[in-house]
């Protein structure tokens, strides 16, 4: 049987990347609202950047039947707004003397753990964070109002950060797999010549 025309494409939705960073979006969302002056234009810009990474992955699985170029692109486009948000998130840190977690920090690796799929499931790890007393600051069993508002906002902040991190790692892979892919397959162009060429043998046959 000859090849579809336009390969199968799309699936977005099953795509671990664009699951991460619609959640990343939905934090992003709920956290601006709650940290971030809705006025400002930081607050625009975190939630426009957070968007784009999902959009631009589900864009990219879109346009992949008919160009490997523009879907390598768009997951470019989507991983770089991802890291503008991450230096967003680590500017709110760093301008509240709050700390970003370093790379090894057991908090981090206890959220990717979880695999958490939706806001709720974050909620619920911040909540166990905060009850084993992982974030008790000064080593105070009782924080004061202003405290606990800091701790939520840096277990927040990083919790972001954390699957800002595991979804650029991931978007990674993906590029490379679809750089792989077009040195193998190539394009729609080479595609549809193929196609075309199976389309004349038959008719001499």
């Not at 090894?104 to 753990?113: A, G, T, W």
């Not at 080479?190 to 043998?201: C, D, P």
Request: hydrophobic share 35%; aromatic share 6%.
């Amino acid at each position: 049987m000859s090849e579809e025309l336009i390969p199968k494409h799309g699936g977005y939705r099953k795509l671990k990347t664009f699951q991460i960073a619609q959640l990343i979006y939905d934090l992003t969302v709920r956290f601006c609202d709650r940290y971030i002056n809705p006025r400002s234009r930081t607050h625009d810009q975190m939630v426009q950047a957070a968007r784009s990474g999902v959009q631009n992955i589900a864009e990219g699985s879109q346009v992949s039947g008919t160009s490997k170029k523009i879907e390598m692109k768009l997951t470019n486009v989507a991983r770089a707004s991802l890291e503008e948000l991450r230096l967003d998130y680590e500017d709110f840190l760093r301008q509240r003397g709050l700390t970003q977690w370093e790379q090894n920090d057991p908090k981090r690796q206890s959220l990717i753990d979880r695999r958490p799929k939706s806001v709720q499931d974050v909620n619920l790890w911040a909540k166990s964070l905060l009850q084993s007393g992982q974030n008790r600051l000064h080593g105070k069993n009782v924080m004061s109002s202003a405290s606990k508002k800091s701790t939520l906002q840096e277990i927040a902040a990083n919790a972001v950060l954390t699957l800002i991190n595991v979804a650029t790692a991931l978007l990674y892979r993906q590029l490379i797999a679809q750089a792989e892919a077009f040195k193998k397959e190539g394009g729609f162009t080479e595609h549809l010549f193929k196609i075309r060429s199976q389309y004349r043998k038959r008719g001499n046959s």
